[in-house]
């Protein structure tokens, strides 16, 4: 199985909400959140001066026409992204049918900063323990976690359906200890 990494989606400039808000619709109706996790349109807040001395904050998108998106990258999620309107192709693909390359986790911490995004990946539970899923496709089930992965910040949790466990990635912040 693919590894899962942090991708960039060329989109029209301008039109990097609405990029996102197809991906993100996307997801939902091809049921892809077990490939597909986050979808982010970096933005940082700026204080401009206007001509008569006043400032104001305003929100300015530091890499127009990109959305950054947390993947894994199988045939399926990747021909899902790139059919998806606004979207013009993966930085990184030689096109052709070759698939993208990630970004290094690195190169995504400035980002992170940039949008006020937390890079401390600490978690309190312990292998074994138990957790509710609060998102995702699994959301209000409980589960029992089986590994944890601090540089990834995420934790495999065990969820018991039909008498039978399945293993489930999550994110940190898609689970509460209990």
């Given amino acids: 199985m693919n590894e899962r990494a942090w991708y960039i989606v060329q989109t029209y400039s301008g039109c990097e909400n609405a990029a996102k808000k197809n991906i993100e619709r996307r997801i939902e109706s091809m049921d892809m959140s077990n490939l597909i996790f986050k979808v982010l349109v970096p933005e940082e807040k700026v204080i401009e001066k206007k001509k008569n001395g006043e400032t104001h904050e305003v929100l300015v998108k530091p890499y127009p026409g990109y959305v950054f998106i947390d993947m894994i990258v199988t045939d399926e999620s990747w021909f899902m992204i790139r059919n998806t309107p ?91 200890i209990l």
């Fill in 86 to 176: 606004m979207v013009t192709g993966f930085l990184g693909s030689s096109g052709g049918g070759a698939k993208p390359v990630p970004l290094n986790d690195e190169e995504m911490v400035p980002i992170f900063r940039m949008c006020g995004i937390s890079t401390d990946k600490s978690f309190d539970g312990k292998i074994g323990g138990k957790v509710l899923i609060t998102a995702g496709t699994f959301a209000q089930q409980e589960g029992i976690i089986d590994a944890i992965d601090l540089q990834k910040g995420i934790v495999r949790v065990l969820i018991y359906a039909f008498g039978r466990a399945t293993p489930a990635e999550l994110d940190f912040n898609e689970v509460k």
